[in-house]
Every structure is written in C-alpha cells, then in structure tokens.
C-alpha cells in the first residue's frame, strides 16, 4: 500500500502544508527518494535539481508565519518537461546539439509556477524536440512504461507521465501538438490536459499563430491538474502573439458536473480514424458501464474527411518552421523523424500548404458545429495499446499497413485541430495490461465545464475496480 507523502495528490498535499502539517521539505525529500528508487528502471527524471528544490523548501518553510494566505502551489514539487527553459538547470530538449546547455533564464510559465509558490524538482525526459510518439532521445536514453518497462509510455510527454504514474512528482508539465499530452497520460494511468491555444504562454512560439503546439498540465488526478492549470495559464506573455489574459481562478478547484444534466457523444474511431480492434473492445466495454448517467446519449461523431491529410501537411510546415536550419547543418546529429518531417515539407507545394489550410478550416467548421448539440464527445485515448521499445510504433493496425505514423495519432490529432479543449483520464487497463482511458473534448473555451464533467467521471470511474485509475508495481520497477 502506498503511505509515503509522494504518493499523495496535490490536492491534498497542499492543504496539508497551508495546515502546518507536512514540511515542503519532507515532501521534496519523499520525492527525491522515490526518483533515488525508480528512475533507473524508468528514466523519466533526466535533470535533478536536488539541492536546490532543498533549499527552496527550506526557504518557503521559513516564510511561513501562520496567518498569511499562501499561494496555490507553495511547497508543490513539479517535474518540467525538458523542452522548457529554466534557469541554471540543464535544458537539452532532448538534443544533442543542446546537450550542455543551461539557461540564463526561465520561461514565463516557470515564473508563473515559482511566483504560485511550486518547487522546481528538475526536468523530464522528451524526445528530441518533442517529435515523436514514444520518449527516447540520444541525450538521455528512453523513457520506460511503468507498467511494462518494456514498452513505451507515449511521447512526447512520457517522462512527465511515467514520473507522474510512479509517484516521483504530484505534478508535472507538458505540452501537446498531435497528442503529447494526451498519449502519455493514457498510456501511464494518468491524466493530461490539452487546453485551448493560447491559454499558456510559450514565448518561445516559433509560428506566431497556430494551434499545433499547446503547453498544459499532468497530475494523477483531474483536481490536480485543473489546480496546476490554473498557475500555469493566463498570463498573456506579450511574447507570446497567442496568449491572452484571463482568470484562472474559476480552474483551481473544480466542483463535480451533474453528469445526468449532460448530453454526451461517443465516438471509437471519429468514423474513419485507425483503431486496434481490441481498443474498440474495450472502449465499447467501458463506455457502455457509464453511458446511463448522462442526460442524452448517441453514437456519433463529425465528419473528420480530409482532416489527416490536412494535418500531415500543417505539420510538415511546423517542422520547416522550427528545424529546416538544423536539418541542413546538422542532419547526423538531429533524430531520423526530424529529418523526415522536415523534408517532406520541403517537397510540399504552396498549393498543399492552402488546401490543408482549407480543410482545416472547414473541419473546424463541422466540429464546432457538432458540439453546439452535445457538451462532451468521448473518444479512445489512443488507437493501439502502447508499442515496445525494441520494435517502435506498429507498421500496421488490425492487419492494415499504416502510411506512416501519423495514422496512429489521428485519433488524437483530429482534436488538435479543433482548438477545443481534450483532457485525458484514465480509466483501468485493457486487455494487453496496459492502461486504458478516454479522451474527453469539450467545446470551444470551455475549460471550466469540461473539467467539472472530467472530475465527476473520474469519480464514477474509480469506484469501480475495473476502471479506477491503475497504479504500477513500484517494488518490480526497484
């Protein structure tokens, strides 16, 4: 049974240390030792900024005088997906053209983390640049699935999600382009949160206006995460052409949905996305064990034509964006998923580029639409159950060669293009025992509503043993 202060949700954490009863430093200290115990098995923390969390706690420690209302993280350790920068701790993005580097500075979402009081404990691992669908790198090595150390735990966030699923951190981030949030955390027992673009400032934003790439929260729970987001977002970075102001309070604490007022639409395959068939199983498993709390329920789901080839497109523009340089000067140290992107968005035309575009906006058009007749669409987390390590993402689902790995993700990546939020909850294992969840999209800014209905699901979900959130064999993984 798990008793150590690591293993408590965040939630809970933080109420213990606003009541003077848990040390901020106890709890790096628990934290610390958990990752001392796992991460050579797992490899999910790749920077541990050990002493320093130390001394920052003692410092919070010493700050805290009794009366004063402390702010939403004070004391939280966080693990920091290794694409963010933070200030005099090794930053690689996973590369080894950036294998020493250590920045001068934070991000303005680590100044928004440090200002709400949360403890930076060190980075976590992500694939170079965070392309690709598990989390390895020539940096660091892989990333292992907690469950299955043999297999992946998704990517590009894997390392927040395995750290997260072991009890390293109560809280973690990540970021999201084609499921990067979302990915891991299913496949970890998790819960990862894509929110709208914009929400969290990225500075660092090398394509002023698009939705690929969102940074948000991961957490073990929904409360968790909706209190993480709610430091992370809102702070309109003017450095960030994307970013706008907004209150995050309404985020912090969430108060369950009324899940019999909701009208809800349940989709296995978006109608034409690749899904393994024993995926299918179980989602239709799972969903038909809670379908009966909703106000009105359908099978159905907008009509995702054209969106994969569209998306393949927009994507190979981002990677000539982001590594056409890197690609050209340094093609033998960049990973081969890199190159291929970006090479395949050279040989695109501007015509590919304006009809993708088109098509994007058009099936932007049907999905806000179909939400106007529906609060929730509740979909797969992810169409395969994760890959090995020695064998990399399937050449084929249900016997059907793939055109190439993006038909894998479409399940995730037709909600990028929504610009709505989706967040992912775990829901017990499938049938491979691995673990199994939903993702759930809401529609256009409604943040709000859609974690409400997500902690209320959560809730329903873990009072049933067959679907309440999984945990790994901590002592197989020793």
């Not at 479409?410 to 939020?421: D, E, F, M, N, V």
Request: negative net charge.
């Amino acid at each position: 049974m798990m008793t150590e202060l690591c293993d408590k949700t965040a939630v809970e954490l933080r109420g213990l240390i606003g009541a003077r009863e848990v040390s901020p430093v106890d709890l790096v200290d628990s934290c610390l030792k958990r990752i001392e115990a796992v991460n050579a098995t797992v490899n999910a923390f790749v920077a541990i900024d050990g002493d320093r969390a130390l001394d920052r706690a003692r410092e919070l420690e010493n700050e805290m005088t009794g009366s004063e209302d402390l702010p939403k993280l004070f004391g939280l350790p966080v693990g920091i997906k290794d694409l963010v920068n933070t200030a005099g701790l090794r930053t690689t993005y996973g590369s080894l053209l950036y294998k020493d580097h250590v920045p001068d500075r934070d991000d303005g979402q680590i100044t928004c983390l440090k200002r709400q009081g949360a403890i930076i404990l060190g980075k976590t691992n992500t694939p170079e640049f965070g392309s690709g669908s598990n989390t390895t790198n020539r940096v660091y090595g892989a990333t292992t699935n907690p469950f299955d150390p043999a297999r992946t735990p998704g990517g590009s966030s894997g390392g927040s999600a395995a750290a997260l699923a072991c009890g390293m951190v109560p809280l973690a981030t990540g970021s999201d382009t084609g499921g990067s949030l979302r990915a891991p955390a299913t496949w970890s027992g998790v819960v990862g949160f894509r929110p709208r673009p914009g929400a969290v400032a990225n500075e660092r934003r090398t394509l002023p206006l698009t939705y690929f790439s969102v940074q948000g929260p991961m957490a073990r729970t929904v409360a968790d995460t909706a209190l993480l987001y709610s430091a992370q977002a809102g702070s309109a970075d003017p450095g960030d052409p994307m970013g706008f102001p907004f209150s995050t309070a309404q985020f912090a604490y969430p108060a369950e949905a009324a899940l019999g007022d909701l009208k809800v639409a349940f989709s296995e395959d978006l109608g034409a996305a690749p899904v393994d068939d024993g995926i299918r199983h179980v989602f239709r498993h799972r969903s038909a064990k809670f379908r009966g709390v909703f106000a009105e329920v359908r099978d159905d789901h907008p009509d995702i034509s054209g969106v994969r080839e569209a998306f393949w497109v927009l994507r190979c523009v981002y990677y000539m964006a982001c590594h056409r340089e890197r690609v050209e000067r340094h093609r033998d140290l960049l990973a081969p998923n890199i190159v291929m992107n970006t090479e395949a968005g050279r040989d695109m035309s501007l015509r590919d580029v304006a009809e993708a575009e088109v098509a994007w906006g058009q099936w932007y058009q049907r999905f806000q639409a179909f939400m106007e007749d529906v609060d929730l669409l509740i979909v797969p987390g992810n169409a395969i159950p994760p890959f090995r390590l020695d064998e990399g993402i399937p050449k084929e689902i249900n016997g059907k060669p793939t055109e190439n790995y993006m038909d894998a993700s479409l399940i995730r990546s037709a909600l990028t293009l929504t610009g709505c939020p989706v967040i992912a909850i775990p829901c017990g294992l499938d049938e491979t025992g691995a673990p199994f969840g939903f993702q759930v999209a809401g529609r256009r800014h409604g943040e709000k509503n859609l974690l409400a209905a997500a902690l209320a699901l959560e809730s329903l979900f873990n009072g049933d043993p067959e679907t309440a959130r999984p945990t790994p064999d901590l002592e197989a993984l020793k």
